[in-house]
């Protein structure tokens, strides 16, 4: 085995290591910090190619505010009157409802208990 070689096969061991959650030495090629908190990482992760989904993200978004906004408005309810009742303001429930901003799964439950749905209503007919 060449002296290139055997460099890239430790150096992806190196990866693979820190992938496992195992402290190895040294950091794989291109990554700048050692993970030495013992969490569990993905390879991906590890070797620097994760990337979230966000057509995925936007879309889930995009659904829960458009049912927050039609709960929200078979209520009567104004924005700010909503904001109020869950620690929000008005615009901060807009940007909810535009799919701007993703909803926390305790603010889901807050605005599922004022609204009188279930959380769960919130999910039917999501198809991502």
Request: aromatic letters at 4%; one cysteine or more.
């Amino acid at each position: 085995m060449s002296h290139a070689s055997t460099n890239h096969a430790s150096a992806a061991l190196r990866g693979m290591g820190r992938a496992a959650g195992m402290l190895l030495s040294g950091p794989a090629p291109g990554q700048g910090a050692r993970i030495d908190d013992g969490r569990q990482v993905d390879l991906e992760e590890a070797l620097g190619r994760f990337g979230p989904n966000e057509a995925a993200t936007r879309a889930l978004n995009l659904h829960l505010g458009q049912r927050l906004r039609s709960a929200r408005a078979a209520r009567g309810l104004a924005m700010p009157a909503l904001g109020a009742r869950v620690g929000r303001c008005g615009q901060q429930i807009q940007k909810y409802e535009i799919g701007r901003d993703a909803i926390k799964a305790a603010t889901l439950y807050q605005l599922a208990t004022v609204l009188g749905v279930s959380i769960e209503w919130f999910f039917e007919g999501i198809s991502l």
